[in-house]
């Protein structure tokens, strides 16, 4: 160490003899419980012993900078792993603890999945593999593919998206690809509900057409007035959320399907919210023209966080042929990848992510139909009983019977908002929910509690949401400067908003 | 909360106020204390035509990011650099430093059907 201890850091900077601070003002915990990586650097001090040299050397071209040279730490493997794995320590996770992130779907991801996708078969089958020695793996995919078009009451899926944004993009890009193929390339306004997912509007600029927002009604539901004004012969189509992120069925649904068909325009499901809705509603019965399925959401799959995602794409009768490919057919008793009619064309290198697909298999076929219909019966069940609860003491601006989440305000005083409910949250050990999203609640905290929650689980979090309600009325300053027992409290986003460092070293941030 | 008298105010929260031919447009005071502490703004260049209603620029808070809206017709004259270095001028200063644009406007309806402040007061209360 270059630099001598000074808050009893040092030699075993993990064990500071600090404890959490719980009391006001004292800021007991300024520095993090784990020193940066730069901290264990000795210079000359290497991880691995390399054995020496016994080819030729060559001189490097002019200008790249040998490994010697570059800023790179240089410490132990076993510092680099104890770093690490200290650090990896302060994590918190859907195996830890409650994690109601609206929109989100925090779900358990069942273990069996994990042992099924570690199977020899498919963890080390090779991409390059020829169709006749993979037919297992194709197999799965083709069961994965029927499943999911069971589900959905869509005509056709494909597995090939790599996460739900992208499946959503795929979507977008097929309904464009549809209007080209019949000449009508003056379609190029997309509707938008003004509570939609940000990634809608995204998609839509990325293939070229125009976003329109249409305003939601005093229930919630899509503007249907305003909706029918919009629909013309420039209507491309329209985004719908079912449930929107309101938490709240569509109730116009229908109607707002037929004026988009009616005008020539094709209809969007987002498919996030699908939790809500397994073995009860389909969307494509409801003449909804194609839709992303986020399997993480939905069906149990770890959520990224940087690894693999996956979010298929389903299809009606009219867009099927428009899908990305290549998709499983069954030829006989032999399973072949093929390409769609007018396909968009291959997103993505292979097949999707194979290993998640194979896990989503694995949770739809461990629960099959009447499980899968509970999962969302008992999502449903959660949200709405963690709704009576939490209304004891925040205000629900839509509030009817909602689906798997609820939207409640988190403005309490003119002092205490949304961002300081959620900080305070994390002292009662409590992820945060979703906080200022849907757009179109002030304040909002969006809660989603999922299937997997206990009653107990449940009414420990309503619990923890009325204590820091009563906080705010009678002692709002432990609320607005939370949180106070966390390795670090409350962060400056603002700061790292506007002058953002990212990159990591050893010099000092200016 | 401020209600400049010198400006009159758009239905999505942006003002606008006379110098000389030009029209000089920020957003409220309601709107900045709403977004919270703001961190990006986007402006457009110079010279491009803006319709009435339509989105000019995109203000990004810790919170959400918003367009602006333009709230009457015109060509865009001039537009505030500083805020590209210094987003915090629109909560420090909404109706002084912290503008957005200055607009050559088609025609002066546009501009007189617009709210006056106690208008807008009004319109904000009742939100």
């Not at chain 1, 808050?7 to 020193?35: N, Y």
């Amino acid at each position: 160490m270059k630099n001598e201890p000074q808050t009893g850091r040092g030699a075993f900077p993990a064990f500071s003899g600090k404890e959490p601070g719980k009391e006001l003002g004292k800021e007991l915990w300024q520095e993090s419980p784990e020193a940066g990586v730069w901290d264990y650097s000795v210079p000359g001090r290497e991880g691995v012993a390399l054995p020496d040299v016994d080819v030729p050397g060559c001189e490097l071209p002019p200008g790249i900078p040998q490994r010697k040279e570059l800023p790179l730490p240089e410490i132990s493997e076993l510092d680099a792993v104890r770093h690490f794995t200290r650090l990896s320590r302060l994590n918190y996770s859907i195996d830890t603890h409650f994690y109601p992130l609206g929109s989100c779907t925090m779900k358990y991801n069942p273990r069996i999945s994990e042992k099924i996708a570690a199977l020899p078969g498919f963890s080390l089958a090779h991409p390059l593999l020829p169709e006749f020695l993979c037919q297992g793996s194709l197999e799965i995919m083709e069961l994965l593919q029927n499943f999911l078009a069971e589900i959905s009451g869509f005509q056709a899926i494909s597995l090939q998206p790599a996460a739900g944004a992208h499946g959503e993009l795929c979507g977008v890009m097929m309904i464009r690809a549809y209007h080209q193929k019949n000449g009508d390339s003056r379609r190029l306004r997309m509707l938008i509900p003004d509570s939609a997912h940000g990634t809608n509007p995204a998609s839509v600029a990325m293939c070229g057409f125009q976003a329109v927002q249409v305003p939601s009604d005093s229930r919630g539901n899509i503007d249907i007035q305003a909706l029918k004004s919009l629909c013309d012969d420039t209507l491309a189509g329209l985004m719908l959320t079912n449930p929107n992120t309101l938490g709240l069925f569509e109730e116009r649904l229908t109607e707002a399907v037929e004026a988009v068909h009616n005008a020539g325009g094709l209809v969007y499901g987002d498919g996030a919210n699908l939790n809500a809705l397994l073995g009860v509603f389909r969307p494509g019965d409801a003449g909804i023209d194609v839709m992303h399925f986020n399997l993480h959401k939905t069906f149990g799959t770890p959520h990224g966080g940087g690894g693999p995602g996956a979010g298929p794409v389903g299809a009606g009768r009219k867009l099927a042929p428009f899908l990305p490919g290549p998709r499983v057919l069954r030829e006989g008793t032999v399973l072949r990848l093929a390409m769609p009619e007018n396909s968009i064309g291959r997103v993505k290198a292979f097949y999707g992510n194979f290993s998640v697909l194979v896990k989503a298999c694995t949770f739809i076929a461990m629960l099959g139909a009447k499980g899968l219909r509970a999962v969302s019966e008992n999502a449903v069940l959660n949200a709405n009983y963690l709704k009576k609860l939490i209304e004891r003491g925040y205000s629900i601006p839509y509030n009817r019977t909602c689906m798997h989440e609820f939207v409640a305000s988190g403005h309490l005083s003119d002092t205490i908002h949304a961002l300081d409910v959620a900080k305070r949250l994390i002292d009662y050990g409590c992820h945060p929910p979703t906080i200022y999203f849907p757009l179109i609640v002030k304040e909002a905290l969006m809660i989603e509690p999922t299937e997997s929650e206990s009653r107990k689980t449940l009414e420990a979090f309503a619990d923890a949401m009325l204590a820091i309600a009563e906080e705010a009325r009678h002692n709002p300053d432990i609320v607005k400067t939370a949180p106070h027992g966390t390795p670090v409290g409350r962060l400056d986003e603002v700061s790292a908003a506007r002058n953002p460092v990212l990159k990591h070293s050893n010099e000092k941030a200016p | 909360m401020r209600y400049d008298a010198s400006a009159v105010y758009h239905s999505s929260h942006e003002w606008a106020r006379k110098e000389g031919e030009l029209l000089v447009i920020g957003i409220s005071d309601y709107a900045q204390d709403s977004l919270g502490d703001i961190v990006f703004v986007e402006l457009p260049a110079p010279g491009k035509y803006l319709k009435k209603d339509q989105p000019f620029g995109v203000v990004e808070s810790v919170k959400a990011a918003s367009d602006v809206y333009a709230p009457v017709s015109g060509f865009v004259e001039q537009v505030n650099d500083s805020l590209v270095d210094n987003p915090g001028l629109v909560n420090s200063d909404p109706f002084g430093e912290g503008w957005f644009i200055k607009i050559k406007p088609d025609n002066t309806a546009e501009y007189e059907a617009l709210m006056t402040a106690q208008a807008y007061e009004a319109f904000v209360k009742g939100l």
